[in-house]
C-alpha cells in the first residue's frame, strides 16, 4: 500500500454457509479514483463492498484503508473512519422525511452548524430533494430516493464512497443523471469503489476497473482500455 492508496483488498475470501462468493479478491482504489467493479449478477461485486463495511465478515484476506487493517472492525467503526456505503436497492427511511433522512446520515456528526452547510450543499447538488425536503421519503420517485440515498451517505463526509447499483431500475434519463452527479462528486474529493450492472457507463466515468466473475478477479486495467477489451465487449458492453 502506498500514500495514494485509500483501500486494498488482500486475497479476500467471504463464504455465504458452504458457497464462497468471493476467491482471494486483490483490488486497490487510489484517492481521488474512480474505480468500477462489474460482473455479471451473483458473480459477488455487493459482497465484495457488504465484506467492505462489515455487513458480512471476511473468512480470510485482510481489507487496508488508509494503511490500517479494519477487517475485524465492526461496521460503526468503519463509518467513522469516513468510509460510506450507498447500497444497493436505496433503502431510503421510507417514513422519514428527506431533511431527516439527510440528518441521520449525519448521525456521527455533532457540530450542527457544518451539518447545516452540507445539508445546503446537498440541496445545491440535488435541488429535486431541495423541494421535497418535507416530504416522506417513501413518496419520491426511484430517482429521487436513489438521489436521497447518495447524498444521506455523504453527509457523513466520507473519503470513499462504496456506491451499489445507483443505476438499478431507473429510466436512462435519470440514469444520466445520476452518473453526472456521481461524476460531480469526485471533484469535491470523495474518492469512489463503484459497483454498476451498466458497465458502459460505469467505465465511462471511471478511472479503473476490476472484472468479477463467479467471485475472482478475471481482469484489471485503466477504464479507457477494458472498454475497448474485445472480452469486455463481448461479455458486459453488447
Known amino acids: 500500500m502506498n500514500d495514494f492508496t485509500i483501500l486494498e483488498l488482500q486475497d479476500l475470501c467471504v463464504n455465504y454457509g458452504g458457497i464462497q462468493a468471493l476467491k482471494n479478491v486483490n483490488l486497490t482504489v487510489n484517492k481521488g479514483e474512480v474505480v468500477t467493479l462489474i460482473g455479471a449478477n451473483g458473480a459477488g461485486k455487493t459482497t465484495t463492498l457488504r465484506a467492505?463495511?462489515?455487513?458480512?465478515?471476511?473468512?480470510?484476506?485482510?481489507?487496508?484503508?488508509?494503511?490500517?487493517?479494519?477487517t475485524r472492525r465492526p461496521?460503526?467503526?468503519?463509518?467513522?473512519?469516513?468510509?460510506?456505503?450507498c447500497p444497493e436497492g436505496r433503502r431510503v427511511l421510507a417514513r422519514q422525511t428527506v431533511?431527516?433522512?439527510?440528518?441521520?446520515?449525519?448521525y456521527i456528526r455533532f457540530y450542527q452548524p457544518e451539518i447545516n452547510a452540507d445539508i445546503q450543499q446537498q440541496f445545491e447538488l440535488f435541488p429535486r430533494l431541495a423541494q421535497r425536503r418535507n416530504q416522506l421519503?417513501?413518496?419520491?420517485?426511484?430517482?429521487?430516493?436513489?438521489?436521497?440515498?447518495?447524498?444521506?451517505?455523504?453527509?457523513?463526509?466520507?473519503?470513499?464512497?462504496?456506491?451499489?447499483?445507483?443505476?438499478?431500475?431507473?429510466?436512462?434519463?435519470?440514469?444520466?443523471?445520476?452518473?453526472?452527479?456521481?461524476?460531480?462528486?469526485?471533484t469535491t474529493g470523495v474518492t469512489i469503489l463503484l459497483v454498476e450492472q451498466n458497465a458502459n457507463l460505469?467505465?465511462?466515468?471511471?478511472d479503473r476497473g476490476y472484472v468479477l466473475e463467479a467471485g475472482s478477479i478475471t481482469l484489471t486495467g485503466r477504464a479507457s482500455e477494458l472498454i475497448t477489451d474485445e472480452r469486455v465487449r463481448k461479455a458486459y458492453l453488447g
Open 99 to 106: 431533511l431527516d433522512n439527510l440528518l441521520l446520515g449525519a
Open 75 to 85: 461496521p460503526h467503526d468503519i463509518v467513522k473512519l469516513g468510509l460510506a456505503h
Open 137 to 186: 421519503a417513501g413518496t419520491l420517485s426511484g430517482g429521487e430516493q436513489q438521489m436521497l440515498a447518495i447524498a444521506r451517505a455523504v453527509m457523513s463526509r466520507p473519503q470513499l464512497l462504496l456506491l451499489d447499483e445507483p443505476s438499478l431500475g431507473l429510466a436512462p434519463a435519470i440514469v444520466r443523471e445520476i452518473f453526472n452527479i456521481i461524476d460531480n462528486l469526485r
Open 202 to 206: 460505469a467505465l465511462q466515468i471511471a
Open 52 to 70: 467492505i463495511s462489515k455487513i458480512v465478515n471476511p473468512k480470510s484476506g485482510n481489507i487496508l484503508y488508509n494503511g490500517h487493517n479494519i
